[in-house]
């Protein structure tokens, strides 16, 4: 069963057509479809701020959108923060002596949980099997970042992670110091069989590392096996010497190895669902496939990619065409390129902002 059912947000506007992977398209892409709403949004943004929690599945795209939103504001009134990425680097620093001063002498003024700093730092360093990293200490690494982009909007990326940490989020700009400007949840609603096959077909280059897709984010460059009759990309960086990209381990059980991750995620967002006296705003990353034409434009729908072997002309055809999934009910949809979603996160902030 699909666990969440977002209304369709209509983007069709018809006439010109973008290169949504070029950023002089892109930027005349959004004047066309919310402009104005971007002018609300900058005007508001002139004397106030907002804080924004982005809610969504593992992989369903909340960095991504975030950073496009930031792109077509104004990246210098616009800030993404992924605690994620936050208790990465914080654990990283700590092994560093050149960083690690700065921040134990945050957290040492800042801190304060039932968990002893020392205890609670063991288990940043993942050298403690008991104890699970405390959200006070998450918190107080989250308020580090923020101080470096104080005075700008935010978005949050992976807080709150799960339903002990859901009470911490509905008094976050309190607890953060932050300003009293409106705070608002995002919610993300993305067919596992999209996040399946982003996982499945995920391929790296084993020099320089740049993540590609053999399905949706294909490389210029397609090589073909004939001995094992299997297709593979060619990394695009000149400096790789066209490395042959390869799948990351793990990566062919799909989504079924975050499982776990998808079940907690799915979780928190029907909780705070639920919650009153927090705006919401719902977006979809697909459209079903017989409405399609009449809810976007073709070219805002993700391109798939298969491909064949010209036997006689020792040569890959790519074939492209709209990539199709079918949803939790069955239902056939089209995956939506993420500057399509992200129109109607622009709308729908700009509508939230002036309420």
């Known amino acids: 069963m699909k666990d969440f059912n977002f209304p369709l947000y209509n983007s069709k506007r018809g006439g010109d057509k973008f290169a949504l992977n070029d950023p002089v398209e892109r930027e ?48 210098e009134r616009i800030a993404h923060i992924s605690v994620g990425d936050i208790v990465r680097d914080a654990s990283q620093a700590i092994k560093d002596e050149a960083l690690k001063k700065e921040l134990l002498n945050h957290l040492e003024k800042n801190y304060r949980g039932f968990m002893p700093l020392e205890e609670a730092l063991n288990a940043l360093l993942g050298r403690s099997t008991s104890n699970l990293l405390p959200t006070e200490l998450i918190l107080t690494l989250v308020e580090r970042e923020i101080l470096k982009v104080r005075g700008k909007a935010l978005f949050i990326d992976g807080f709150p992670r799960n339903l002990d940490q859901v009470s911490y989020s509905l008094y976050f700009r309190h607890l953060m110091g932050y300003r009293d400007d409106p705070d608002f949840f995002v919610f993300i609603d993305v067919p596992e069989a999209i996040i399946d096959e982003r996982m499945k077909y995920r391929v790296v280059c084993p020099v320089c590392r740049t993540p590609r897709n053999l399905k949706v984010l294909r490389t210029k460059e397609i090589g073909y096996s004939e001995s094992k009759k299997e297709f593979f990309l060619i990394c695009d960086n000149q400096s790789c010497g066209k490395s042959r990209m390869v799948p990351k381990e793990g990566d062919e059980l799909g989504i079924e190895a975050i499982r776990d991750r998808i079940e907690i995620d799915n979780a928190v967002m029907k909780t705070l669902l639920g919650l009153n006296g927090v705006p919401k705003i719902l977006l979809r990353n697909s459209v079903p496939a017989d409405s399609a034409r009449e809810t976007v434009d073709d070219y805002e729908i993700t391109p798939a ?20 999934v079918r949803d939790e009910e069955g239902v056939l949809v089209n995956s939506l390129l993420p500057e399509a979603v992200v129109v109607s996160l622009i709308s729908q902030v700009a509508k939230t902002l002036s309420s």
């Open 28 to 75: 005349k892409y959004f004047k066309l479809k919310v402009g104005a709403e971007i002018e609300k949004i900058r005007d508001y943004l002139q004397n106030n701020s907002f804080v924004g929690f982005l809610l969504g599945k593992k992989n369903s795209g909340k960095g991504t959108y975030s950073k496009l939103f930031s792109e077509a504001v104004g990246p």
């Open 305 to 324: 990619y298969r491909y064949e072997w010209d036997n006689q002309g020792k040569k890959v055809r790519v074939i492209e065409e709209p990539w199709a």
